[in-house]
C-alpha cells in the first residue's frame, strides 16, 4: 500500500481495534518479533505496542509503512460501519470523580488545542459557578453532548450520583442518538464486570490502567482521547 493512497477520510474510518487484531496475526504469520518490526522501520516500542493493541492509530504515512512492511492489503484494511455521531453541536460531557480530578485536569490540557479553535466545547462540572443551577446545567450539558468521556475507577463507579444521573442519560443518547462513549480506564475497578459499560471500547486496556503507567504513557493515552475527538469532529475535506 502506497502512502498516497490513503486519503484522510480513509484513515478516519480504519477500525483501530480490528486493524490491530490482523497486524498481530499477520506478525505470527510471518514469525516477525516486535523488535524486529521496530528496527526495520524505525518506530519506538512503546509506539508500535501501542498500534497493536488498538490503543493509537498511526500517521497515515506512518500506517502505510507498516502496512506496507507486513503485506496487509487494502482490501485487508477493516473499516468501521460507524457512522458519524447524529447528534449535532460541539460539546462534550466528561463524566469522573472528584477524587479523580487530577486525571481531568491534565486531560482538559490536551483538549485545550481544540478548544481554542472552537472545534469542542468540553463539559465538566468544574464549569459549575457559585449560584448555578447545578442539576439543570448538568442536565443541560448531558442532553446536548455528541460526545462523553468517561474516567472509569472504583470510584467512579462508586458514585451514586454517576450511576443514577450521568450514565444512564448518557448510555440512552448512545443508543437512539448516536452519542459516542469513549471510557478511559483510570486506575483497577470492575470496569469489565460492568455490563453497561463493557460494551464500549475503553481507550485503554482494562489490566493496563493509568494508575500504574509512568508520566509518557499516561500523555500517550490523554493524546490518543484527543486524537479520537479531533478524528469525530474535524469534517474538513482531505
Not at 478516519?12 to 486493524?19: G, S, V
Not at 453532548?145 to 450514565?167: G, K, W
Given at each position: 500500500m502506497k502512502?498516497?493512497?490513503i486519503s484522510k477520510e480513509t484513515w478516519k474510518r480504519i477500525d483501530a481495534e480490528k486493524l490491530s487484531e490482523l497486524l498481530r496475526d499477520?506478525?505470527?504469520?510471518?514469525?516477525?518479533s516486535l523488535s524486529r518490526v521496530c528496527e526495520e522501520l524505525e518506530m519506538s516500542r512503546s509506539m508500535l505496542a501501542s498500534i497493536l493493541h488498538g490503543k493509537r492509530r498511526?500517521?497515515?504515512?506512518?500506517?502505510a509503512q507498516l502496512l506496507d512492511f507486513l503485506q496487509v492489503s487494502n482490501d485487508e484494511v477493516p473499516m468501521s460501519q460507524e457512522d458519524s455521531p447524529k447528534t449535532k453541536g460541539n460539546k462534550i460531557f466528561?463524566?469522573?470523580s472528584h477524587r479523580d480530578k487530577s486525571y481531568l485536569d491534565r486531560l482538559m490540557v490536551h483538549l485545550r488545542p481544540l478548544q481554542k479553535q472552537g472545534l469542542i466545547d468540553a463539559w465538566a462540572d468544574t464549569r459549575l459557578?457559585?449560584?448555578?443551577?447545578w442539576k439543570k446545567e448538568?442536565?443541560?450539558a448531558l442532553k446536548e453532548s455528541r460526545v462523553a468521556v468517561l474516567m472509569i475507577s472504583a470510584d467512579f463507579l462508586a458514585s451514586d450520583f454517576i450511576i443514577d444521573n450521568e450514565l444512564p442519560p448518557l448510555l440512552h443518547a448512545a443508543e437512539s442518538k448516536g452519542t459516542r462513549i469513549i471510557p478511559v480506564?483510570?486506575?483497577?475497578?470492575?470496569?469489565?464486570r460492568e455490563k453497561n459499560l463493557c460494551e464500549f471500547q475503553a481507550v485503554n486496556l482494562p489490566?493496563?490502567?493509568?494508575s500504574v503507567m509512568d508520566e509518557n504513557g499516561k500523555e500517550l493515552i490523554y493524546d490518543t482521547i484527543s486524537q479520537r475527538i479531533e478524528d469525530l469532529f474535524d469534517d474538513s475535506p482531505s
Amino acid at each position: 500500500m502506497k502512502i498516497e493512497d490513503i486519503s484522510k477520510e480513509t484513515w478516519k474510518r480504519i477500525d483501530a481495534e480490528k486493524l490491530s487484531e490482523l497486524l498481530r496475526d499477520r506478525m505470527h504469520e510471518r514469525e516477525l518479533s516486535l523488535s524486529r518490526v521496530c528496527e526495520e522501520l524505525e518506530m519506538s516500542r512503546s509506539m508500535l505496542a501501542s498500534i497493536l493493541h488498538g490503543k493509537r492509530r498511526p500517521s497515515p504515512p506512518r500506517m502505510a509503512q507498516l502496512l506496507d512492511f507486513l503485506q496487509v492489503s487494502n482490501d485487508e484494511v477493516p473499516m468501521s460501519q460507524e457512522d458519524s455521531p447524529k447528534t449535532k453541536g460541539n460539546k462534550i460531557f466528561i463524566s469522573y470523580s472528584h477524587r479523580d480530578k487530577s486525571y481531568l485536569d491534565r486531560l482538559m490540557v490536551h483538549l485545550r488545542p481544540l478548544q481554542k479553535q472552537g472545534l469542542i466545547d468540553a463539559w465538566a462540572d468544574t464549569r459549575l459557578q457559585a449560584g448555578d443551577k447545578w442539576k439543570k446545567e448538568i442536565e443541560s450539558a448531558l442532553k446536548e453532548s455528541r460526545v462523553a468521556v468517561l474516567m472509569i475507577s472504583a470510584d467512579f463507579l462508586a458514585s451514586d450520583f454517576i450511576i443514577d444521573n450521568e450514565l444512564p442519560p448518557l448510555l440512552h443518547a448512545a443508543e437512539s442518538k448516536g452519542t459516542r462513549i469513549i471510557p478511559v480506564i483510570l486506575k483497577p475497578c470492575r470496569f469489565l464486570r460492568e455490563k453497561n459499560l463493557c460494551e464500549f471500547q475503553a481507550v485503554n486496556l482494562p489490566d493496563e490502567p493509568m494508575s500504574v503507567m509512568d508520566e509518557n504513557g499516561k500523555e500517550l493515552i490523554y493524546d490518543t482521547i484527543s486524537q479520537r475527538i479531533e478524528d469525530l469532529f474535524d469534517d474538513s475535506p482531505s
